[in-house]
């Protein structure tokens, strides 16, 4: 598959602790973002990269998180202390090309649950 | 602010009758609006945008700016078409952030 990689798929923990999730975009893709989408609503921005330059990180919700990507390749997603509600579909999306004709190419997610 | 309304979370309709997904938006600048579908154990994935004024799997959708609204289209609905909708608000600022909406789940009965 040379879609978006995400893992792990899921992931369980315990409220307080940290978690660390990855994003591997379509090779090439210069664009990468990260969505959280929580039950019965539909995905919300959180941050995006352009290569390894983080670009926009105000919508990021707390300073619980934070997002890298080293070198302008796979990205990974933090979130420290973790509460319960963080529980959420966490999408990483790719893309390449001019902003106004890039399309996004979406992840199958990591779906957190905090306990 | 930015905000996209769906005002249906289900839709139910028959095999060959028509669909319209509502979707109406808010926003202050230029819109660029799409509309994503999800099915069944896939991604979400893009499914057609305001500006290529195309018609994908016999779905089309109009940008009215007088109304804000960008409703989806489809005169002959098919079972395939069973999945989760979304409207989204494109903003651009060097990149194509997105302001989804809440989702409309579509059910085609045979």
């Known amino acids: 598959d040379t879609g978006v990689s995400q893992n792990p798929r899921h992931k369980i923990t315990k409220r307080g602790q940290n978690v660390t999730f990855r994003c591997d975009p379509i090779?090439?893709?210069?664009?990468l973002y990260w969505y959280r989408q929580t039950l019965g609503q539909g995905p919300e921005f959180l941050t995006y990269?352009?290569?390894?330059?983080?670009?926009?990180k105000s919508r990021l919700l707390s300073d619980r998180f934070s997002a890298e990507r080293p070198k302008g390749s796979f990205s990974t997603l933090e979130i420290q202390r973790t509460e319960q509600g963080d529980s959420a579909m966490y999408l990483c999306?790719?893309?390449?090309?001019?902003?106004?004709?890039?399309?996004?190419?979406f992840g199958s997610g990591t779906q957190l649950s905090v306990l | 602010a930015q905000r996209v309304t769906q005002p249906e979370k289900l839709l139910s309709v028959f095999k060959g009758a028509p669909v319209e997904l509502k979707c109406n938006y808010s926003?202050?600048?230029?819109?660029?609006l799409f509309w994503y579908v999800q099915y069944s154990r896939q991604r979400l994935q893009l499914l057609l945008r305001?500006?290529s004024r195309e018609s994908i799997k016999g779905f089309t959708a109009d940008l009215n700016k007088g109304e804000t609204s960008f409703h989806l289209k489809k005169p002959f609905a098919q079972e395939e078409d069973s999945a989760m909708y979304y409207c989204?608000?494109?903003?651009?600022?060097?990149?194509?952030?997105?302001?989804f909406g809440q989702g409309t789940r579509l059910t085609i009965n045979p």
């Open positions: 999306a790719s893309s390449r090309g001019a902003a106004t004709n890039e399309k996004l190419f």
């Open positions: 090779s090439e893709h210069n664009r």
């Open positions: 990269f352009q290569n390894e330059a983080q670009l926009e």
């Open positions: 926003y202050s600048g230029s819109p660029e």
């Open positions: 305001h500006i």
């Open positions: 989204a608000l494109g903003i651009i600022q060097g990149a194509q952030k997105l302001v």
